[in-house]
């Protein structure tokens, strides 16, 4: 069959007008070919989620979000409209969680799913909102800024110090590089006598480190005389008492001691016998 030219170009019109409009209604979000369920959710801040943005779960992409629409009556909440394949079972605990796509700043709803009695088509998800990249960012950073702030203006201080006493900071360098020089010519003059101080000092060390006049035989001898000194006290203290222990073995001794144990025995057995010779009872007292 031969078309003629107008026809054909009114077919590829109208072809190019169909692609078209599928076309513009797909970016739009809207369903060509229905094998999706539609929810809603709801959040209080979009956070810049447009339409065509994508419902992801565990990762893929599942659906994407068909309109988006101002609430007046709740505060001008947000309203999303998700068009989520039908194999998706979502349920009432399922969460719709806003999040960032990428680092540019995109959106994208995550689901959550969790047990519970299963949603039917045009049922309302529980959202909730993630927070995103640049808050995060701003949090964690916010201290390091802050301290970082802190520390220049401590710098700043330290620096203002520094140039309002630079000819303080002057005098000091100058007066120690003087007194750097001082002592250099002290040394310079005094150089001899260093170098004799040095000398005597390396010798009562050579001195002392000798192994035959040295500080060891020196302590050598010193225990050595403490021993002696020692060893004559114990003499003289074994001497004494060997004289003592001589006299009491010397008979005369011996004898004295006899002697006197035997009278003082005579003595108490007079006492018992006759103790009116020793003692006075008497109830009108005593004549003088």
């Known amino acids: 069959m031969n078309l003629s030219k107008e026809t054909k170009i009114g077919l590829l019109a109208t072809t190019a007008l169909v692609i078209i409009y599928l076309g513009l209604n797909f970016l739009k979000g809207k369903e060509i070919f229905a094998s999706t369920n539609t ?8 956070k810049g989620l447009s339409i065509s943005e994508p419902v992801l779960l565990n990762g893929l992409n599942v659906g994407r979000v068909k309109a988006i629409s101002r609430l007046p009556d709740k505060a001008y909440s947000v309203l999303a409209t998700l068009a989520i394949d039908r194999d998706i079972r979502l349920t009432d605990a399922t ?21 519970g009695n299963l949603l039917q088509d045009r049922d309302t998800i529980p959202s909730q909102v993630e927070q ?24 700043n201080q330290f620096m203002t110090n520094l140039v309002q006493n630079t000819d303080r900071i002057n005098t000091i360098l100058a007066n120690l590089e003087a007194a750097t020089q001082k002592l250099q010519q002290a040394i310079t003059v005094n150089q001899k006598e260093l170098n ?16 035959e006049t040295g500080i060891k035989p020196l ?70």
């Open 95 to 115: 969460i719709a969680k806003l999040v960032s796509n990428d680092l540019l700043g995109n959106r994208a709803i995550e689901l959550v799913l969790k047990d």
């Open 219 to 288: 302590l050598a001898r010193l225990n050595q005389l403490s021993n002696e000194v020692e060893g004559v006290k114990v003499k003289h203290i074994a001497e004494k008492l060997n004289n003592i222990l001589g006299k009491i073995e010397d008979g005369a001794f011996h004898s004295n001691l006899n002697q006197a144990l035997m009278d003082l025995d005579k003595l108490l057995a007079d006492l018992r016998i006759n103790p009116s010779r020793y003692i006075h009872f008497s109830i009108f007292g005593s004549k003088k």
């Open 132 to 155: 995103d990249f640049k808050e995060t960012f701003m949090e964690s950073a916010l201290p390091t800024l802050h301290d970082a702030k802190y520390i220049t203006l401590l710098t």
């Open 196 to 211: 004799a101080i040095g000398k005597n000092i390396a010798e009562v060390s050579s001195a002392l480190s000798n192994k």
């Open 39 to 46: 929810y809603y959710t709801v959040y209080g801040n979009a």
